[in-house]
């Protein structure tokens, strides 16, 4: 599944969630369901203006610093292949990217610079 198709399917878990049907759920807060279909179908990208997605988590009554909300952001993000701002915001967090993206492609990490940025990822 692409971070396109999971993010409509998260967006329409917490729309379900909500107890509203798409129709419902668009005319409460006077939104487009063909677009709003589409982005639950993984057809049509998540907005890219924090503005809009806090619209929508706050239509999705997605509570803010939860897991949800968090997974709400982070899949956005990805989906626009952006890191998530508060990462960037944490200076030292970010600096551990590059050390991060390595792991992910397989390469040699030492041990030590991995526990090291596990350390680093819990404080945060």
Same mark, same amino acid.
């Given at each position: 599944?692409? @971070?396109?198709e999971e993010f409509g399917r998260f967006f329409k878990e917490m729309r379900v969630h909500t107890g509203l049907t798409l129709r419902n759920f668009c005319q409460q807060d006077n939104l487009d369901a063909g677009?709003?279909? $589409? &982005?639950e179908r993984g057809l049509i990208t998540p907005p890219k203006s924090r503005e809009k997605l806090?619209? +929508? @988590?706050? +239509?999705l $009554?997605?509570?803010k610093g939860s897991d949800d909300?968090? $997974?709400?952001y982070d899949l @956005?993000?990805?989906?626009? !292949?952006?890191?998530?701002?508060d990462i960037l915001d944490d200076a030292k967090l970010a600096a551990k990217l590059p050390l991060l993206f390595r792991t &992910?492609? !397989?390469?040699?990490?030492?041990?030590? $610079?991995?526990?090291e940025l596990a350390e680093l990822i819990k404080r945060s």
């Open positions: 599944m692409t @971070a396109l677009n709003i279909s $589409k &982005l806090d619209e +929508y @988590a706050n +239509y $009554k997605i509570e909300w968090f $997974k709400f @956005a993000s990805a989906c626009s !292949g952006m890191i998530p701002p &992910l492609r !397989g390469q040699d990490v030492p041990d030590e $610079k991995l526990v």
